[in-house]
């Protein structure tokens, strides 16, 4: 009797034993896995500099106050229309031909506000790289890198934010520069649309730069320096303000290896047809073909982007 009380005993320890292990093998298979994906935390990280921004309305507004003093000052006070005019004899048909010609629209402020839409992106876009340096300085940086979350995932998300940013200020530019008088004769959904397509791959190859270059730094004065050093360069060695064809012979050739200037140009066709026949017979030429723009553009981004989620692997560290 005894030894059959014992032998019910194990059998019954063996049992619940075996029940124990499976409870806890089904705890695992439920428990959440890690997510080893390269995408892993990219939106999280990407919102989380988007907040710090869309909740903060006034960083917004003055952003757009330089583009808008462009626009509304330079861009109105900028007369060449009015100096033909003044001239006695010169009539509105051959003040709109000289135009055309020069400028690929009969409105310096229409080719002027197409200017302004990579003028707000190239600023914008350099400052991509500031938020690297204060998450590095306050210390969001190495609590970043303890998670499982990428480094490419990290550098992609800072440039992520800055092409959002970029391409609504963009949105909002292009808005007050219709208000303020620019030519919309050529506007359509497949040419603003086909244009916001370069604004987005100038500003994720000039984003990708710009934190590119901030990996390492800890230091806003050296940031704002690299800032500056590009900023204007890469602004007026393009033809953001004004005619590859009244510019040096040198600065031409500069402006041909400056991606800021493909966009613009790109821009100029969709938007204000300066790549049309009657823009040509009148004498204007655009910097390439509208396919050339897009392929130069495609290249920088590619080539921009690979580079800098390279270099985070590199330098990106605690």
Known sequence: MTEDLTRSTVTTQEVLEEQREREEERAFRAAPQLNKSPLHGLWALTNRDLLKWYKNPIQLIISLVQPVVWLG????????????????????????????????????????????????ILFTAAFAGMSVVWDRRFGFMNKAMSTPVGRGAIVT??????????????????????????????????????????????????????????????????????????NLPLLFASNAMLPVKIMPGWLQSVIRFNPVSYAVDGVRQMLLGSGSSAAAAAGYGVLAPLWVDFTVLVGFAALLSVLGIVMSWKLLSK
């Open 157 to 230: 998300a800072k440039v992520l934010q800055s092409v959002v940013r970029s391409l609504i200020q963009a949105a909002i530019v292009l808005v007050i520069a219709v208000v303020l008088g620019m030519d919309t004769s050529s506007f359509s959904l497949a040419t603003v649309g086909g244009s916001f397509v370069m604004l987005f791959l100038m500003t994720f190859g000039l984003s990708s730069l710009f934190v590119m270059l901030a990996l390492r730094s800890s230091d806003w004065q050296t940031q704002m320096a690299v800032i500056n050093l590009l």
């Open 73 to 120: 000052l330079f861009g109105k006070a900028f007369n060449i229309t009015g100096l033909f005019s003044s001239q006695p004899g010169v009539t509105q048909a051959e003040i709109n031909a000289v135009n055309l010609g020069t400028f690929g629209t009969t409105s310096y402020f229409s080719y002027l506000g197409a200017g302004m839409l990579a003028f707000i």
